[in-house]
């Protein structure tokens, strides 16, 4: 059974960092392309980021430039997402996904989620 556990996710004010984890098992991990999808209220989801098997990411989103950095633990199946400078806009659902070679994931391939609150 593939699962997809993300945790990390929290309360922060505005200008601090978190950072996201994605436990990942029922697959072969190292040879897929994993991806982080938000979802913020009343929006659609957005593509925030992706990163290939062999840990070069491959897309960021331009609204989280240079602030998000993705990256991977192919020998823990680990996927994660350094967050800094957070923004009251980045308040959202943050999904671990599998994909993200030919474009944002479908929802079928999304974990749980955990939620990322910034507020002051």
């Known amino acids: 059974e593939v699962q997809l556990v993300e945790s990390g996710g929290g309360m922060v004010q505005p200008g601090g960092s978190l950072r996201l984890s994605c436990a990942a098992s029922?697959?072969?991990?190292?040879?897929?392309?994993m991806s982080w999808v938000r979802q913020a209220p009343g929006k659609g989801p957005e593509w925030v980021s992706a990163?290939?098997?062999?840990?070069?990411?491959?897309y960021v989103a331009n609204s989280v430039k240079g602030r998000f950095t993705i990256s991977r633990d192919n020998t823990k199946n680990m996927l994660y997402l350094q967050m800094n400078s957070l923004e009251p806009q980045d308040t959202a659902v943050y999904y671990c996904?599998?994909?993200?070679?030919?474009?944002?994931?479908?929802?079928?391939?999304w974990g749980q989620g955990t939620q990322v609150t910034v507020s002051s």
């Open positions: 996904a599998i994909g993200g070679d030919g474009g944002m994931p479908s929802e079928e391939y």
């Open positions: 029922g697959f072969t991990f190292r040879t897929y392309d």
């Open positions: 990163i290939n098997d062999a840990g070069t990411p491959t």
